[in-house]
């Protein structure tokens, strides 16, 4: 058996993996024009309407509205459903705080409902158990490009009346039984930040099939200002706040939507590739992928049993495979203060203190044990769509080389 590089034997790997490279002449294009426009606003410009257009007609929905986020884009979401302050929104335990951020400043309560065992994805029999008189809405995440058990989420949904949201930001082109995630609940959110499949730095999307939300999400994205492109007096709707999109970031978008199929394709065939060679080792658990789903891979995700996670993933560093171990650490609920120790706005503790909510909810260990047990033990793969499928196979004997090491 080949000695292990962290105890002194040669790496499986010495050759750097590729580094992404998104941006290409494409990209360079769009720019040029936007800024040979002399106008970088979107209002009067071409780039970002063209965007919401172009994203729109790829996903086969009504509306897009561009965003300068992934969290601006769940924020309008929400915004656009328009919960009464102290309404409780179902959401997935392990994510980005971008998808609880906005609900909060809406004066929501989010609550976390616990994974299915081994699948990394909520539990639509939690999502159940959480409804009360006070729910809103369901926020479902596709964590690392698996799709979420859509049939059983929508059945919920619809038997509940509520609106379900898809937090698609790190799931782009996506099939679920034939559809795309974000397509399939009421409003999709994605976000264009730097590691994304489709990437412009930062930048965010928001698709929905609903006119009475597209209005509001519109409306919402530029401070609620109805009698925008009038003058004389100024008219605003409601409260909403400035997260339109720039000419620049519209321009890299539009130049990105050209080629998010061929990035998800390129990860999703590392992925298989990867699955196929770990998936006979002892204590390795492959990614998991939803039934009726396809997995976009945003990261490669498996789970080791038997072996000290941290020891593994060292050990699988040193033979020069970019590999982490328990991604976000902990839930989100015990991640971020604004949850745990409720530190909003001012002293208040608002909207978990309010009478709006007139409820009490505590965010500490053991609300989501299968989340906060599996979290421990899942290690990602951080392979990008300029990996070729040799760098797939050294990752994958990387793996097996450290479980049998140390098995
Ligand atoms: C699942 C998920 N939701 C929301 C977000 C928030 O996106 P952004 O960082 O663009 O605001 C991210 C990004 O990290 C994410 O991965």
């Not at 209002?43 to 172009?54: A, S």
């Not at 990394?120 to 159940?128: A, R, S, T």
């Not at 620049?248 to 061929?262: D, F, I, S």
Request: glycine share 10%; with cysteine; net charge neutral.
């Amino acid at each position: 058996m080949d000695k292990l590089a962290v105890d002194g034997g040669q790496p499986v790997r010495e050759k750097p993996f590729p580094r992404r490279t998104p941006f290409g002449t494409e990209e360079i294009k769009q720019v040029t024009e936007a800024i040979e426009s002399q106008n970088l606003f979107a209002l009067p410009g071409n780039k970002v309407k063209r965007f919401e257009e172009d994203f729109a007609n790829k996903y086969g929905m009504e509306y897009a509205i561009a965003s300068t986020s992934g969290t601006s884009a769940i924020h309008l979401a929400v915004a656009a459903i328009n919960p009464e302050p102290g309404s409780e929104i179902i959401a997935a335990p392990v994510t980005d705080y971008g998808t609880v951020a906005g609900l909060i400043y809406q004066g929501c309560v989010p609550v976390f409902a616990d994974w299915t065992p081994g699948a990394f994805n909520m539990d639509p029999g939690q999502i159940e158990r959480n409804i009360t008189g006070k729910t809103a809405a369901i926020i479902v995440v596709h964590l690392f490009g698996n799709p979420c058990d859509m049939d059983a989420i929508m059945k919920i949904g619809r038997k509940h009346k509520l609106p379900v949201i898809e937090d698609c930001c790190q799931a782009y082109c996506t099939p679920y039984k034939g559809k795309w995630v974000g397509t399939i609940g009421d409003i999709g959110c994605f976000s264009m930040q730097q590691s994304k499949h489709l990437t412009a730095g930062e930048g965010g999307v928001t698709i929905t099939n609903n006119a009475d939300y597209a209005m509001r999400m519109g409306l919402f994205k530029d401070k609620g200002w109805e009698s925008r492109g009038r003058w004389g007096p100024r008219a605003y709707a409601f409260l909403g706040l400035n997260y339109r999109m720039n000419e620049l970031t519209g321009a890299v978008a539009l130049a990105q939507l050209q080629k998010v199929e061929n990035v998800v394709a390129q990860r999703h065939t590392l992925g298989e590739l990867i699955t196929g060679r770990i998936k006979d080792i002892k204590g390795i658990t492959p990614a998991p992928v939803t039934p009726g789903g396809w997995h976009s891979y945003w990261l490669y995700p498996f789970t080791i049993t038997g072996f000290p996670a941290e020891r593994f993933v060292e050990a699988l560093k040193a033979e020069g495979i970019p590999a982490n171990w328990g991604y976000t650490g902990k839930p989100i609920y015990l991640c971020t203060e604004g949850l745990k120790k409720k530190r909003t706005f001012g002293s208040s503790g608002y909207p978990f203190d309010s009478p709006y909510y007139g409820k009490k909810i505590e965010y500490e260990e053991g609300l989501c044990p299968v989340a906060e047990k599996e979290l421990s033990r899942v290690t990602t793969l951080e392979l990008n769509e300029d990996w070729t499928t040799a760098d797939a196979e050294d990752a994958a004997a990387a793996i097996r080389k450290v479980a049998e090491n140390l098995k």
